[in-house]
Antibody, heavy 119, light 107 residues
Framework: QVQLQESGPGLVKPSETLSLTCTVS????????WNWIRQSPGKGLEWIGY???????NYSPSFRSRVTISVDTSKNQFSLKMASVTAADTAVYYC?????????????WGQGTLVTVSS | EIVMTQSPGTLSVSPGESATLSCRAS??????LAWYQQKRGQAPRLLIY???TRATGVPARFSGSGSGTEFTLTISSLQSEDFAVYYC?????????FGQGTKLEVK
């Protein structure tokens, strides 16, 4: 059974870069789409983007200008970097898997990690 | 992008009764629609995909229906563990979008 676990700093200063890692256990990363999603009281659930296989990525237009998602299949991990954060980026960040095409649902999800942007 | 609108925002129902949650898409999502349940402090959990297919381990009291722009999640004979927030998610059009959620609370 595949499990996902987010890790990274819980506090980031404004204008700095948010960096999170998702570790995948219990299954192969190959052939699936690996996603980042965030949830905040103001915006609800927002899909940020995904990475696939050798590094193919797709980002939401809302985040494209300042987000990078990468994958390290040798470590069974994928990562999110979000630049120039502001208080509006304070949210719970989830990693989640999609199926073998992008037009699928999210399952499973990591437990989520709260990131607060504050000086 | 497709805007997903859920109604009502909050639904108060007594245990043992049924609940009907609605999700409307601003344009057709075909049957590429999923429902998730989220309890306080937890990640969303997949309940339904393909508008009507229950995910593994999901009790039969959960059922989904609809296509195009109108979707419904019905929960029959509500159990105490069913009181949570429910989200719909369309994956038919890029980018994926979610509804704002319906909170199902005990009446």
């Amino acid at each position: 059974q595949v499990q996902l676990q987010e890790s990274g700093p819980g506090l980031v200063k404004p204008s700095e870069t948010l960096s999170l890692t998702c570790t995948v256990s219990g299954g192969s990363m190959w052939n699936y789409y690996w996603n980042w999603i965030r949830q905040s009281p103001g915006k609800g659930l927002e899909w940020i983007g995904y990475v696939y296989r050798g590094g193919t990525t797709n980002y939401s237009p809302s985040f494209r200008s300042r987000v990078t998602i990468s994958v390290d299949t040798s470590k069974n991990q994928f990562s999110l970097k979000m630049a120039s954060v502001t208080a509006a980026d304070t949210a719970v960040y989830y990693c989640a898997r999609k199926g073998t095409t992008p037009a699928t649902w999210f399952d499973p999800w990591g437990q989520g990690t709260l990131v607060t942007v504050s000086s | 992008e497709i805007v997903m609108t859920q109604s009502p925002g909050t639904l108060s129902v007594s245990p043992g009764e049924s609940a009907t949650l609605s999700c409307r898409a601003s344009q057709s999502a075909s049957i590429n629609l999923a429902w998730y349940q989220q309890k306080r402090g937890q990640a969303p959990r997949l309940l339904i995909y393909g508008a009507s297919t229950r995910a593994t381990g999901v009790p039969a009291r959960f059922s989904g229906s609809g296509s195009g722009t109108e979707f419904t999640l019905t929960i029959s004979s509500l159990q105490s563990e069913d009181f949570a927030v429910y989200y719909c998610h369309q994956y038919n059009n890029w980018p994926d979008t979610f509804g704002q959620g319906t909170k199902l609370e005990v009446k």
